[in-house]
């Protein structure tokens, strides 16, 4: 199960809606082996596509030594589908290379600034992708 802030919730969805029709994504980081997501890192979606998400090498590099440096690790990897519904494709699942990750989809594809979403989670482990609960807090 997932456990996010709502706070966090309303930040990947802001951020979902701001890059529609391109795909967003970014990482929700947390101290080392907490699995709670604290610090929101929305990235530039360097296909610059509206099927495809692929973060910048350069700037994931960069994020990845600033969670080393924060004693951080990525607890959520988030993205958007803008004309599909939030469900990860083949594609996201052979990208997939954080085993102790959630795998967050937001579907933009049905929705308006101010209108419904879908906002999943998903566990992908050596290809296996298992839906899990999203529980939405005030605070941790």
Same mark, same amino acid.
């Given at each position: 199960?997932?456990?996010?802030?709502?706070?966090?919730?309303?930040?990947?969805?802001?951020?979902?809606?701001?890059?529609?029709?391109?795909?967003?994504?970014?990482?929700?980081?947390?101290?080392?082996?907490?699995?709670?997501?604290?610090?929101?890192?929305?990235?530039?979606?360097?296909? !610059?596509?509206?099927?495809? /998400?692929?973060?910048?090498? %350069?700037?994931?590099?960069? @994020?990845?030594?600033?969670? *080393?440096?924060? =004693?951080?690790?990525?607890?959520?990897?988030?993205?958007?589908?803008?004309?599909?519904?939030?469900?990860?494709? !083949?594609?996201?699942?052979? /990208?997939?290379?954080?085993? %102790?990750?959630?795998?967050? @989809?937001?579907?933009?594809? *049905?929705?308006? =600034?101010?209108?419904?979403?879908?906002?999943?989670?998903?566990?992908?482990?050596?290809?296996?992708?298992?839906?899990?609960?999203?529980?939405?807090?005030?605070?941790?």
């Amino acid at each position: 199960m997932l456990t996010i802030t709502q706070a966090l919730v309303d930040q990947i969805v802001a951020h979902a809606r701001q890059d529609h029709p391109d795909e967003a994504c970014g990482v929700v980081a947390g101290p080392e082996g907490s699995g709670r997501p604290e610090r929101f890192i929305p990235m530039l979606n360097a296909a !610059r596509s509206p099927t495809f /998400y692929e973060f910048d090498s %350069g700037d994931l590099l960069k @994020l990845y030594r600033e969670m *080393d440096d924060r =004693d951080e690790e990525p607890v959520i990897i988030y993205h958007s589908h803008t004309a599909t519904e939030a469900y990860p494709s !083949r594609t996201d699942i052979s /990208y997939a290379n954080e085993p %102790g990750a959630h795998y967050v @989809l937001v579907s933009t594809a *049905d929705a308006d =600034d101010a209108g419904p979403f879908q906002f999943r989670s998903f566990q992908i482990v050596a290809g296996e992708v298992t839906e899990e609960e999203v529980k939405v807090v005030e605070a941790y």
